[in-house]
């Protein structure tokens, strides 16, 4: 099993950038695909990026394709995600989010750990 703990969110101002971690415990972190969700008051929680095991294979959304990157180091069991040009409507609690198995997917009942959230506010 693995527990995830996310950390990074803030308060930043339109255009600006965050780089939000993920820290994962456990040995076997290498074996998980690992993805990013957010979800906004009121909201669905919505997918936003995903990467298998390793960098080479990832997917995004297409509300943030270009902005975001989403990227995992397994020395370290973290993974990353950097968002770019932050825009108000990205306001959200960001979760990652960890499951077995060499498929993507974008529903979030198919993921088998989730971190507590961290929040993330883009002023105007």
């Known amino acids: 099993q693995v527990q995830l703990v996310e950390s990074g969110g803030g308060l930043v101002q339109a255009g600006g950038s965050l780089r939000l971690s993920c820290t994962a415990s456990?040995?076997?972190?290498?074996?998980?695909?690992m993805a990013w969700f957010r979800q906004a008051p009121g909201k669905e929680r919505e997918f936003v990026a995903a990467?298998?095991?390793?960098?080479?294979?990832?997917r995004y959304a297409d509300s943030v394709k270009g902005r975001f990157t989403i990227s995992r180091d397994n020395a370290k069991n973290t993974v990353y995600l950097q968002i770019d040009n932050l825009k108000p409507e990205d306001t959200a609690v960001y979760y990652c989010?960890?499951?077995?198995?060499?498929?993507?997917?974008?529903?979030?009942?198919?993921?088998?750990?989730w971190g507590q959230g961290t929040q993330v506010t883009v002023s105007s």
């Open positions: 990467v298998m095991w390793s960098n080479s294979n990832t």
């Open positions: 456990g040995r076997t972190f290498s074996s998980y695909a």
């Open positions: 989010a960890a499951r077995l198995g060499m498929q993507f997917s974008d529903v979030p009942t198919r993921y088998d750990y």
